[in-house]
């Protein structure tokens, strides 16, 4: 199956599927926080090569390059779930999962903290987890999605970073609870 063809089996299937969509609710904020630093940068050398006097066109036009730059390797994927649907979409590219036909989930070591998750399919995303940890929405939907995966047999790799992930969330849960009714 090429790529063509599993992104439009996945927009198919997320037409097909009924039910509530949950969007990260924090998303809004994280796109207002990357333009603002690339708004920065761009302030802070537009100002200085103006103080300097060496400000020209094109190095005006290479410092509005550089923050654009910028404001788009900060944006943040706009994850959403509804039943038995996982997406991701980025600046230009959508990649959807079906959470009830996981086959396996990952989280490798690395410096930013990142899940990959890959249907029967083949299609797979990579999200952020504190997404989901952030959104009890979304992670409800998942959760409920990856427990058909497991009783279809499909999800072979990856229960126990589910595992993992669902003992976080149930921690940071416990704390905020805490944290609201004043116990802490």
Not at 40 to 47: G, R
Not at 62 to 83: K, N
Not at 119 to 146: F, K
Request: hydrophobic share 45%; proline share 5%.
């Amino acid at each position: 199956m090429s790529s063509s063809q599993a992104a439009t089996g996945a927009r198919g299937a997320e037409a097909a599927l009924p039910g509530p969509c949950a969007h990260d609710v924090h998303w809004a904020g994280e796109r207002r926080s990357a333009v603002g630093v690339a708004f920065l940068l761009f302030t802070a050398l537009f100002a200085v090569d103006a103080g300097f006097g060496s400000l020209d066109v094109p190095r005006g036009v290479l410092w509005t390059g550089l923050a654009d730059l910028l404001s788009v390797v900060l944006l943040p994927s706009r994850v959403s779930v509804r039943p038995g649907l996982l997406s991701a979409r980025g600046l230009l590219v959508t990649h959807t999962v079906r959470a009830d036909s996981l086959a396996s989930a990952r989280w490798p070591d690395g410096v930013a903290p990142r899940m990959v998750l890959r249907d029967t399919e083949g299609s797979q995303v990579e999200i952020d987890p504190t997404v989901l940890v952030r959104n009890p929405a979304m992670w409800h939907l998942l959760d409920t999605g990856s427990r058909s995966s497991l009783r279809r047999d499909t999800l072979l790799r990856g229960a126990t970073v589910l595992r993992r992930l669902a003992q976080r969330i149930d921690r940071e849960t416990a704390h905020t609870v805490f944290k609201v009714s004043g116990s802490r």
